[in-house]
């Protein structure tokens, strides 16, 4: 159901005539995210609201613009949320992207061996409380469509949907790497999937670009830490300093892990650090193959972890 006109904040005028705000899709620490009806053309499209005042300033690119959107910009690939356009105003800076995935509800289930893998579809991040500028305005609270509620309409994903989606996503940070560019909060809230298990990347909120005069990208490291603290690597909860590549595949672990058993693999930052994950009773739906990959990405040191190359190679991948 389309919002009234916003009395309590005036929206860019040219962002106005275009686009007409319609769902509240969710929100985070810097801004929130909602769905929108392009005026002439009726395609829906997911706008994202970030406040200037809450951005720390490492988060800016050139012209002061948010760096996730001069990243965004520079991608053009099927596992990454396609960019659009972006406006902005006293408060907020607009990311205009596409609209993607399935509405998932705990009532869906999907079948192993049926084409259309899923149920109805659409979106972003999980809602959250309207902020306060938007207020006076009733917003329908739209379905997630991350894999998080994937998982929990499915409490577990098949080893050949699992697959599936772990393919896609080592083969875009595969590429993104290529462009030294690490998203740094891979997870399942910020994977949008399908009714065929088709992902899509999204939130470069904490993402990094090596610059490309660096004189050794394998050599470059990091201090601080902007993700997901159960999606973190060991290295990063002990306050060292870290390379993105590594700290990328430790989280795809844990992602893979969750598809897998419906749970994360760590109870606390002490099992963490060990790299003792709790190893289920082995289920038909995890192959020895898969095991063996999990076992190479959750590897506590570092230096002994699989990389993204090597997670491409290996031979669960290439059934």
């Known amino acids: 159901m389309p919002l009234p006109l916003m009395n309590r904040h005036q929206l860019n005028q040219q962002f106005s005539r275009l686009y007409q705000l319609e769902d509240q899709i969710g929100s985070g620490g810097y801004g929130f995210v909602m769905s929108a009806i392009h005026r002439e053309t009726k395609k829906s499209v997911a706008v994202k609201f970030i406040y200037k005042y809450k951005l720390p300033a490492h988060f800016h690119g050139q012209d002061n613009i948010p760096s996730e959107i001069s990243i965004l910009k520079q991608i053009n690939h099927p596992t990454v949320i396609e960019y659009i356009d972006s406006y902005q105003d ?13 509405e998932w509800s705990s009532s869906q289930q999907t079948s192993d061996d049926s084409n259309s893998e899923g149920s109805s579809c659409d979106s972003d991040a999980s809602p959250a409380t309207p902020p306060s500028l938007f207020e006076g305005y009733p917003m329908r609270r739209r379905s997630s469509s991350d894999l998080f509620e994937c998982i929990e309409s499915h409490k ?22 290529n462009l030294g560019i690490y998203h740094r909060d891979i997870k399942d809230e910020n994977i949008v ?42 290295e990063i909860l002990l306050g060292l300093n870290y390379k993105p590549e590594p700290a990328e595949v430790w989280s795809l672990g844990v992602l893979l892990f969750t598809l897998l058993y419906g749970q ?51 031979p669960w991948l290439q059934i």
Not at 281 to 293: A, F, G, I, V
């Open 90 to 102: 006293d408060v907020y800076h607009y990311l205009i992207m596409e609209l993607y995935g399935c």
């Open 156 to 177: 577990k994903l098949s080893e050949l949907h699992t697959r599936k989606i772990i393919r896609q996503l080592v083969q875009c940070m595969s590429d993104l790497s």
């Open 264 to 314: 994360v693999p760590f109870a606390n930052s002490t099992q963490v650090i060990s790299g003792n994950w709790r190893r289920p009773t082995k289920e038909p739906n995890c192959s020895d193959s898969c095991l063996d990959l999990l076992s190479g990405m959750l590897k506590n040191n570092p230096q002994k972890r699989l990389s993204i190359k090597d997670i491409l190679h290996h």
């Open 193 to 234: 999937v399908d009714s065929n298990f088709q992902v899509k990347l999204v939130d470069f909120g904490s993402a990094i670009q090596i610059p490309s005069d660096f004189p050794d990208r394998d050599q470059f490291t990091m201090n601080k830490f902007h993700g997901t603290i159960s999606f973190a690597s060991p």
